[in-house]
């Protein structure tokens, strides 16, 4: 059974920091791009952050410089740094695990920024 859970959400003023975490479980989690995605209310879902198999990430323009995501393939745990919060970085964040032809998602954590 395939788990993804997300961990790390909470309340901060802007400005702030948050650290995003995810447990992967029931993947051979090496061979997976691992990626955030967000969900802001009354808005469509965006693609915040990714971090291939290999190493490789890529970053949505609106968070690039601000964001950081990594890995650690050990512990099958994939992270999101979060610095210089917005309020306009809220929403829900949704850990995912992606193969060409798999893909995952967890429950979500959220993240409120403001003051």
């Known amino acids: 059974q395939v788990q993804l859970v997300e961990s790390g959400g909470g309340l901060v003023q802007p400005g702030g920091s948050l650290r995003l975490s995810c447990a992967a479980s029931?993947?051979?989690?090496?061979?997976?791009?691992m990626g955030w995605y967000r969900q802001a209310p009354g808005k469509q879902r965006e693609s915040v952050a990714v971090?291939?198999?290999?190493?490789?990430?890529n970053y949505a323009d609106s968070v690039k410089g601000r964001f950081t995501i990594s890995r650690d393939n050990a512990k099958n745990t994939v992270s999101l740094q979060m610095n210089s919060l917005k309020p306009e970085d809220t929403a829900v964040y949704y850990c995912?695990?992606?193969?060409?032809?798999?893909?995952?998602w967890g429950q979500g954590t959220l993240v409120t920024v403001s003051s």
């Open positions: 995912y695990a992606k193969t060409s032809v798999m893909h995952y």
């Open positions: 029931g993947i051979i989690f090496s061979i997976y791009d």
């Open positions: 971090i291939t198999s290999g190493g490789s990430t």
